[in-house]
């Protein structure tokens, strides 16, 4: 029986539809909220309430606020799971969406290869539900010939995160930013400098290791891959099946080639249209849209031209990442991109 001194309270289940709520629409297509995001320091204050409220608040950041953008927080994510999947009855929470973020390694410690090791780790513990990723650090920064005199052995230090990509055959979406992982899919290459006009299509080879390459693939984004008549880079594109719409920054040679009849070697006899999407400042565009825009055409592009300052002082290429990035981030479809 209610008495005077009784305190109203609300039922659980209004409390967790109120803090489902506490997500924003446009959170359900981002790639990851970041921490300093509203929702984000909601939901971790949530995990702190209560019981109630923790297990649901916790789930959602699995879900939603995976913005992993320093080592630490990769190491500390790593930890969590291989914790959790070490229990009894490990809780599944269904994460579907990363971001990485590695920070420079400090030459003097000597903890280069621990952190590709851990992002590894990262990747084949989600390789069952990550749909998507977006990786975002130069993997220059940790293996290089030259630094620091390191003779790196790629079998040795590569082979886990190579394997690791072959397993993610539940992506739809794939974004890398700064310079394609050479190393990660050609055991034989250890210098960079050798390889520096076809990187991109040395990545994208991965689809031709695995028995099913990356089938749910959709968006597929690269920063300043090599088009030219020696790449190959379009034709290995081409196996990937679902690939809707392919997102290029500061692309290299894509004028010296016809797209259109290169895409329809690599398909063969089955019609399967591309979207390619051009990011670049105005000045360093070389491709006309309007020949890819012809009736019948299998390939459509469209030119994104990245908003300079009117003094021109910045880092283009880092404009065009960042630009890149962002909108990744947020999950706004390609096309709808301006």
């Known amino acids: 029986m209610e008495t005077a001194d009784s305190q109203p309270f609300l039922p659980p289940e209004l409390l967790l539809h109120v803090i489902q709520c506490l997500v924003p629409p446009s959170a359900h297509s981002a790639i990851a909220l970041p921490a300093a995001h509203p929702t984000t320091k909601a939901l971790l204050c949530l995990t702190l309430t209560s019981c109630l409220t923790n297990t649901l608040a916790r789930r959602l950041l699995y879900e939603y606020c995976l913005y992993l953008d320093t080592t630490e927080r990769v190491k500390a994510f790593d930890r969590t799971i291989q914790s959790l999947a070490s229990k009894p009855n490990p809780t599944n929470y269904n994460i579907t969406s990363l971001y990485i973020s590695l920070s420079a390694p400090n030459n003097s410690n000597g903890n280069k290869i621990p952190s590709i090791a851990l992002v590894a780790r990262v990747l084949d513990s989600l390789h069952q539900t990550l749909k998507h990723l977006l990786l975002d650090f130069p993997i ?28 993610l055959n539940s992506l739809e979406t794939y974004c890398f930013l700064y310079e394609a992982f050479i190393s990660l899919f050609y055991p034989e290459i250890v210098d960079f400098d050798d390889v520096n006009l076809d990187t991109a299509s040395i990545a994208a080879r991965i689809t031709t290791n695995t028995s099913t390459p990356w089938p749910d693939l959709k968006v597929l984004a690269l920063y300043n891959p090599y088009f030219g008549e020696t790449s190959t880079i379009l034709r290995e594109i081409s196996k990937l099946q679902s690939l809707e719409t392919l997102i290029v920054a500061r692309p290299d040679g894509l004028e010296r080639i016809n797209i259109e009849d290169v895409w329809r070697a690599g398909c063969g006899n089955k019609k399967r249209e591309l979207n390619i999407v051009i990011v670049n400042t105005e000045k360093w ?39 890149v990035r962002r909108k990744m981030l947020r999950g706004e479809p390609p096309k709808e991109w301006s």
């Open 140 to 167: 220059r920064i940790f293996f290089h010939p030259n630094m620091d005199g390191m003779s790196v052995d790629p079998d040795g230090y590569l082979g886990p995160i190579r394997k690791a990509f072959h397993k």
């Open 285 to 323: 565009h070389r491709i006309d849209a309007r020949e890819y825009q012809k009736e019948g055409n299998w390939v459509r592009i469209r030119v994104l031209n990245v908003p300079t300052s009117y003094y021109g002082d910045e880092d283009e290429n880092e404009l065009c990442v960042s630009w």
